[in-house]
Structure formats: C-alpha cells, structure tokens
C-alpha cells in the first residue's frame, strides 16, 4: 500500500518536473490546458498570493511577463475601457477594466446610474457608501469587469476642479472613511477597486502638464491619507497612478510616491497601474516603481522587452511588477472563481433603482430653511424652473465616469408624481424672464433648479452658475418670497442671492432618480441629514487656491503654498467667513448634544510612540417633533506650536433619533488626531501639549470641548467636557 502510493507520487513529481523545466513544450501546453493541478500548482488556494504568484512567475516567458504589465492596443471587444488578454497556457484569466464611479461607465447599456460620488459622501453614512461600492461592484462583475476603476478619493483642493462631483470631498480623514466603505462595498462583490488618482491630482485645467509643487509633510498630512486609509484598512487592490507631476517627476515615474511612500511606508503589494496615457517612459517608470501601462503598450510593450534584453531592466524588476498584478490577482479570488458576467447582459434591478433613489435622498443638502418654508405642503400650488428641472435633468458628471441612465425623472415628473391632483403644478425652462416672472407671481412657491456642467479635463472658469442663472433666480425671488433654490452642481457655487430667496437645497448630481428624490425632500416623506463635505465661499476671492501661482498655476507649477490649509482649514486659519461651512446642514427637526467626555481608552496606541487612543463620548438629543438624523463630528486642535491648521475632523458618527429621543454616541480618535508628520525626522510624532477635542454638528459649530494632555507619548484626559 505505502509502496503503491509513493510510486504515483513519484510520477506525479517526474510529470510535474517535466512540465516545469519545459514551459515552451507543447507537451506542457497540453497539460496546461487540461488544467491538471500538478501542472498549475499556482492554482492551489491553501497557498498565500505571493506563493502562488511566485510559482507561476516561474513559469512565465519573456513575452507572457511584458504581455500582462500593459493593455492590449488592440482590444479585441468594444466592452470595458482597459483589457489584458488571458494566457490560456496558464490559465491566467483575463483583465476587464471599467470605469464606473456613479455606475458601469464606458457606454455600457442597461446598468444603475447612481447620484455622484459627492451625492453618497455628503450623508456622512458610513453603511450606505458600503452599500454603494456593492451595487457598483455587483454590477460591474455581472459586466464582465474584474477591476472597477474606482473610488476617486482625491482631497478637493481647488473648488473649481472638474472631478470635484467625482470625489468624497476636501477632508482627509473623511475621504478616508469614505474609500475604506466603498472599496470593501466593491471588493465583496468580484472586482478588484482601484483607488484613485495617485497623486496631487487636483486640477484638470493643466492636467498633462501640472506640476504640484507641495512640501512632504502636507502630502503626508493633506493627500497621502485616503489612500493610506484605502490600503490598510480598505485593502485595495490597485492604486492608479496620476496625469500630474509632483515636484517635478510624473506621478507614474516617481520613485518617492512609488517606492518610497506607497511600496515601503504603506507596504501596499498590489498593483499600480498608470492613468489612461500616464506613462512617459519605459526605464524611468520600471525603476519609479509603475507596474503596469494602460491603456496600450508605448513603454511596456515592445520598448520594455528590448530594455530587459538589454540589460537596462533586470529581469527581477520585471518579475517584481508582475507579480504586485498576480498578488492582487490572487488576493482577490480571479484565479479561483469562474466569472459568468458579459458586457452586453442587463445589470440593473428594481433594488439597485429603489438604492438610486435612497442615495439621492440621503446625499441632499438642505442649507437655508427660512420660516420652514420647507417641508411644503402638498395644497400649494407650485411652478418649477429651469431647465434641470424639466426638459433636461442634471443628473449627472460628465468624463470618464458618465454612465448611460437607463431613465431619468425629472424634478418636475417627481412633484407632480407625489402631489397628483392635490395643487396645480407648471413649468417654465427659465429662458424668457418676463414668462417666469408671471408664473412666479401666480404661484404660492417657485422652485429654480440651476446646474453646473462639470467634467474631466477642464475646471470651471470660476464658482458662479454658468449663464443668466444668477439673474434667473433674482428674477423670480423678486415676485415670490416663498423661492426655493435647488442645485444641481458637483461643487460649490457662489450664490449673490442668498438674501433673497427662503429656501436653499444642494442635490449634487442626483442620478436617474432625481425627481423622486426631490420630491421626498420638499415633501419631508424624507426628512433631510445629509451635510456638506465643502466648504461653501462667500466670495471668489475668499477661497484658499484664490491666487493663480496655487490654481491654474504659473508657466505649468501649480504652488500648494496653502500647505495644510486645504479647504475649511483655510478659512478657520485665515478667519474667512464661509457662506456655508464643511459638515454644515439642515433638519426638519432640531437636535442637541450634551455631557461629553474624552478620554484615552484601555486599548493601546497601534502605533510605536504614539499615544493612546481617545474615546469621545457624549448624548444627542432631537429637541424636535419628528424622526431624524445627527452627524456628530469630533475635531482636534493641537497645540499652536505644532503648526497644524485651528482643527481638523478626526472622527464622525451618524445617528437616527426619534422625536424627543437621546442616545449616547460615541467616537474614537486615533493616533494621528494627536499627531503631526515631521518632516525632518521622516516620521510622524506627537509633540507633548494640550489638545482641544471639539464637537459638534459642522466645523464652525462645535460646542463642546474637552481637553486631552499628551506628555511623553501618554494621553491624559485633562478637563471633562462642558
Ligand atoms: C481618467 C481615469 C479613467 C481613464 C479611463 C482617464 O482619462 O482620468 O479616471 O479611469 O481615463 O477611462
């Protein structure tokens, strides 16, 4: 019996030999074709990614290892917008990238167009950003795509930006959150998510050309942090490298992002793959750390093979970069699950439409609410404005990430769908003045929907609503005091009206379920708890990139001479007065909080030299009459010496409350809410003083304070909170 089975073991090792020493062999081909696991031992799964990676490296020519560091220049299917072909030898599977931040992207048919990235970011939700990366990933692999080419998690820094409706918003640790939600959401579902875009990419104006010129300890602090976030606790799989340069040297060559801080500082093994036509160079990018081309072959193609021939890249360096792909490959099952999804199949269903609207929903602003004026009372006859609110509905950013809406209700559709015959509703598209002036004056509430066009490769000249807008608004406020504004904008606009009209609702891009949305807020069947991740100006000139050496930039340098002082940073350390603060929005009820308490908890720093964590605890009530929901957030303040903006968002908590209720919410600060990135020291620390811990419900309303006392690495709760 023994003798038996260690013969066929024998054989098995002398057949496995054969086909391992001979890759090339048509006999090894046969095999590898038939899949015999002895053949493929890269196919055992008790094996970790980088075992397995190895194993098949080892079998890999040449020409396999340069065929999967770049796209196909010739895809041989209109689907997705990035393909590697598979090795049927062995068994590597296909590589389908699509885009799809709000939705399946490049033209793709039949699938869920979802309210933009800024849309889910503003509800401050946590569980429905997770939510929105599963429907996006289940669709996308039910399309076929194996890397989801999302989330963008950029830090907002210029307001004007073109992609700005493409991202969380201008906070760091909230961006964070936001990535960590949304790309576990997407991963459970089949696709690799691909975080970018990688790094200082904060403009589109010059995007080919830009050069960020920014000092270490504000891309430490400001812009290296959602991806940080992305990769420890998100675990992404791919990180997409930028158009821009940083301090000189394109985003996909540069050894410092590459190498240096995501490689060795972040120990991210997976991925890195350029933005489409982000490469300029074959030897530098090997060296800078890219691992991949995409969308065609221009450096890693036949330019790469010729360098390794050469001698100018070592084959190891190769290896090394096919293997980053093959462990996120692995890590993420694509070897080990058959996918059944086609780009022409239907995605969509009755959950992802009901999802759309829910998104919408709870990703509305409500910003002024003069005399409640809001919610609106179904008898009152109303007269709805603007294009966006009729004839062509603003639901959506435009670029890479615009996806096909399979319907589109319009804010009109969605009033008259709600009220039905109970209040008389019309419209006017807004172009004849003296037309809207009548029915303003006729109506008992005119709503002006007023929009942005925002896209990928250009910013907006400025903040203010394109076109006669502004006059649009004025125009009607003038002959109706009950003027409720709704934007339909992927940023911040300057609103010179503000004074004028008694109500003021931020619905972003709200995707195809706009109207519905809409209507659930004017109505109250949803009652509003969404708050800004912007800060809204005042003023053109009161906004931090105001000067042209920040934003566009001076002969190509764009100067982030802001430093920390990125969005409401800015304008707490400057004193500006926003017109609307970042965590800023309304309710129709009211709530309170009360009795906070910070202290460091039992639970160790997970960071050498770093002091304890601090658990932020406190009640909320809602002093009001009807069901809703608080975002709570904590801000830090360090000691002035520390050179770190007034405060900054460490921490966020959601809460339902029905009327009259009061919960206990509680928060914890991590390491980095006590500490600054030192930037002669290469490493961050946390300089002994008294830190403010401030909470409240935006970030220039934080009533309560607490004070936290750090002194040789140790955290002490100094004060209890009033
Ligand atoms: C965009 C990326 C996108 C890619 C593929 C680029 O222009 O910057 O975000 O994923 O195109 O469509």
Redo the contacts with the bound molecule.
């Keep these: 019996m023994s003798t038996c089975s260690r013969g066929a073991g024998f054989l098995i090792t002398a057949v496995f030999m054969l086909l391992v020493i001979q890759p090339g062999m048509a006999g090894s081909q046969q095999a590898a074709a038939n899949g015999s696991r002895v053949s493929r031992p890269w196919n055992n799964n008790s094996l970790t990614p980088v075992q397995r990676a190895n194993l098949l490296i080892k079998q890999m020519t040449l020409d396999e290892k340069i065929a999967i560091v770049h796209g196909a220049p010739l895809k041989p299917t209109k689907a997705y ?2 393909y590697v072909p598979p090795n049927p030898r062995l068994g590597i599977p296909a590589i389908t ?1 699509a ?1 799809g931040r709000a939705g399946v ?2 033209h793709a048919r039949d699938v869920t167009l979802l309210p933009a990235p800024i849309a889910v970011a503003s509800s401050w939700d946590i569980g429905l950003i997770n939510e929105y990366g599963k429907v996006l990933g289940q669709e996308q692999w039910a399309k076929g795509t194996n890397v989801e ?2 989330p ?1 998690i950029d830090v907002v820094r210029v307001p004007e930006w073109g ?1 700005t409706f ?1 991202s969380y918003g201008e906070d760091p640790y909230f961006n964070g959150q936001m990535a960590i939600a949304e790309i576990k959401g997407i991963q459970s579902q089949g696709p690799i998510a ?1 975080a ?2 990688y790094l200082t990419m904060n403009q589109e104006k010059n ?1 080919f050309k830009e050069d960020s010129i920014v000092d270490e300890r504000t891309l430490r602090e400001i812009y290296l942090p959602p991806f940080e976030a992305s990769i420890r606790d998100g675990h992404v799989g791919t990180v ?1 490298c ?2 821009v340069k940083t301090n000189g040297i394109y985003s996909c060559e540069n050894p410092f992002l590459l190498n240096d801080m995501l490689r060795k500082d972040l120990h991210f093994d997976g991925w890195i793959m350029s ?3 982000a490469v300029h160079s074959t030897v530098a990018s090997v060296k800078g750390g890219l691992d991949q081309e ?2 065609d072959d221009k450096f890693y193609g036949e330019a790469l093979k010729k360098a390794v021939i050469g001698g100018q890249v070592s084959m190891s360096d190769l290896d090394e970069h096919v293997r980053n792909i093959l462990v996120a490959m692995f890590r993420q099952g694509l070897f080990d699950k058959k996918q059944p999804g086609s780009w022409t199949a239907s995605v969509r269903s009755p959950e992802h439409d009901a999802f759309s609207r829910t998104v919408a929903e709870q990703g509305t602003v409500l910003l002024k609410n003069d005399h409640d004026i809001l919610p609106l009372s179904e008898t009152a006859s109303i007269v709805v404005i603007g294009v966006a609110g009729g004839n062509d509905p603003k639901v959506e950013g435009a ?3 615009a996806v096909v809406a399979p319907y589109k209700v319009s804010p009109l559709d969605g009033i008259r769908n709600r009220v039905g015959a109970k209040a008389r509703t019309t419209y006017a598209d807004g172009n004849d003045l003296d037309v809207v002036a009548k029915m303003a004056h006729d109506a008992d509430v005119a709503i002006v929907f007023v929009h942005t066009d925002e896209s ?2 250009g910013d907006r000249p400025d903040l203010s609503l394109p076109g006669n807008q502004d006059q649009l608004i004025s125009a009607v406020a003038r002959v109706n005091k009950n003027t409720i504004v709704v934007l339909d904008t992927g940023g911040p606009v300057l609103m010179p009206w503000i004074d004028e009209v008694a109500g003021v609702i931020e619905a972003w891009y709200p995707g195809q379920e706009d109207g519905n949305a809409i209507a659930a807020v004017l109505y109250g069947d949803v009652n509003p708890s969404a708050k800004l991740t912007l800060t809204f100006p005042r003023s053109a000139d009161g906004i931090p990139t105001a000067q042209v050496e920040r934003w566009p930039g001076v002969n190509g340098l764009s100067t982030y001479s802001e430093k920390l002082n990125v969005g409401y940073r800015w304008y707490d350390a400057t004193n500006t007065q926003p017109l609307f603060p970042f965590g800023f929005g309304l309710s129709y009820t009211t709530f309170k909080l009360s009795d906070l308490v910070a202290k460091p908890t039992k639970l160790e720093s997970t960071i050498q030299h770093m002091p304890r964590r601090v658990l932020v605890r406190l009640n909320v009530t809602n002093t009001g009459v009807r069901e809703g929901a608080e975002v709570v957030q904590a801000y830090v303040a360090q000691p002035a010496g520390n050179g770190e903006p007034p405060h900054q968002l460490r921490g966020f908590a959601k809460v339902q409350l029905k009327a009259r209720e009061t919960k206990s919410v509680s928060i914890l600060l991590d390491e980095r809410s006590f500490s600054a990135y030192d930037s002669s020291l290469h490493r961050w620390i946390s300089p002994n003083g008294i830190y403010e811990v401030l909470v409240g419900t935006s970030s220039r309303d934080l009533p309560l304070h607490s004070q936290i006392a750090v002194e040789g690495g140790a955290a002490n709760a100094l004060t209890q909170g009033r």
Excluded: H, I, K, T
């Design positions: 917008v990035g990238l885009d992207g490049n080419l999302g963008s992609r493409e691909d970018n875009m995007r997409m930028a158009y933005d489409w036509g995409m969308p670029g890479s990430s990928e490769g």
